[in-house]
């Protein structure tokens, strides 16, 4: 058998299990992780500690203390630091970040269905073998709170487009069961990534809920904003007229398309209808596209007079996407992009069912969010700005 050569960074680990069995296992993991980081750091600079070499992208800078929660309990850390022009940080820990917020959310959604303290703490019991008072979880829940609003209300700065969207959840109210409204809106910056800059939960009069929440999005410092998707929600548009009165509007084509089929008369029509409608949102420039929506006016105006009228007044306001570049186009003229936020939260307000008030809901969602928004402003261009 051939000999393997023993990894005597390993050893001090592997010796305090054997000498402290089970109770070694947390200063074993301890060292054990920091090695691995090390490793890692090393990987990312591609260099070793001290190591000269041309291929160098940064230099280790030191560590920093980090204490995390395990199932083993709290393990004290030593995270390595980089300089230069190289981000790192070691994913162990990234995947924590994320299990640690997920954990928080978990438990928050607990209370969102009326879970009493006792319980969550038995049940964070059997899924984190920790010990966790009745006072801990409730300060974490109050931990999560502070940091989702201060995410909320956070600055914002340029964004050059907005895609704006509502959905509904139910929350009870005074025993009763009411809709509340959740506004969301996604801003692209001038690199071209997405973020969620904003939402809104409220039981309140449309518009008065659209004005307040598109005039918190400017007092948080957005601007530069140059063209605006959303579909035709009630209050909206005049809650724009108010808010962005010089901004460009894009009506959401897939919504105004599903609109157009309240007024076809005949069920046979359907198909025909929506490819007549695709085929004026698929012009190659706006001339084109109201010579194509005159024609198909004309074509239903004998058989469908309540269409062809609905469709002369509503279809221009979905085509001032094709003032855009076409590379932005296909992005622009919906708000599809909208929809795994939307299943997302659909996956997660799905198990609550009904919320107790406006706060909870507004919770759930925004934790849900941060995460997504954060994939997103470190993630893929979403919309290529190059000339």
Not at 129 to 142: I, K, N, P
């Amino acid at each position: 058998m051939t000999h393997q050569p023993e990894d005597n960074q390993s050893q001090p680990a592997v010796q305090h299990i054997l000498e402290n069995g089970i109770e070694g296992l947390a200063e074993a993991m301890r060292l054990i992780l920091n090695h691995a980081m090390q490793i890692e750091r090393s990987q990312v600079l591609q260099a070793e500690p001290h190591q000269r070499t041309p291929a160098r992208l940064g230099y280790a800078n030191g560590f920093k203390a980090k204490t995390v929660a395990t199932r083993l309990g709290e393990i004290q850390l030593a995270v390595p630091q980089v300089r230069g022009p190289i981000a790192f940080y070691p994913s162990a820990l990234d995947k924590g970040l994320r299990s640690e917020r997920a954990l928080k959310l978990a438990m928050a959604e607990m209370y969102v269905q009326g879970v009493s303290t006792r319980k969550v703490t038995a049940v964070f019991e059997q899924l984190c073998g920790l010990e966790v008072s009745s006072a801990q979880v409730s300060r974490a829940t109050a931990e999560l709170d502070q940091q989702l609003e201060t995410w909320r209300n956070r600055p914002l700065g340029f964004f050059k487009q907005l895609i704006i969207d509502a959905r509904y959840e139910k929350v009870r109210l005074e025993g009763t069961v009411r809709s509340c409204a959740v506004l969301i809106a996604i801003g692209i910056d001038a690199r071209g990534r997405r973020a969620v800059i904003g939402l809104s939960a409220k039981l309140s009069e449309a518009e008065v809920h659209w004005r307040d929440f598109l005039g918190s999005l400017q007092a948080r410092g957005l601007h530069g904003v140059e063209f605006i998707v959303s579909d035709d929600h009630a209050g909206l548009r005049a809650a724009l007229t108010a808010r962005f009165p010089s901004i460009a509007w894009q009506r959401c084509q897939f919504h105004l398309q599903q609109n157009a089929m309240a007024y076809v008369p005949q069920i046979h029509l359907r198909e025909s209808v929506a490819q007549d409608v695709r085929s004026v949102f698929n012009a190659a420039d706006l001339p084109e596209a109201q010579r194509r929506l005159k024609t198909v006016a004309e074509k239903y105006q004998a058989s469908a007079p309540q269409l062809a009228a609905w469709l002369e007044v509503n279809v221009p306001e979905s085509l001032t996407v094709l003032k855009l570049p076409e590379k932005h186009r296909k992005k622009l003229r919906t708000t599809n992009s909208l929809e795994r936020l939307n299943k997302e939260i659909k996956r997660r307000t799905r198990v609550a069912t009904l919320f107790p008030n406006e706060k909870s809901l507004e919770r759930l969602v925004t934790a849900l969010l941060s995460e997504i928004s954060d994939e997103w402003e470190t993630g893929k261009v979403y919309l290529s700005m190059e000339n």
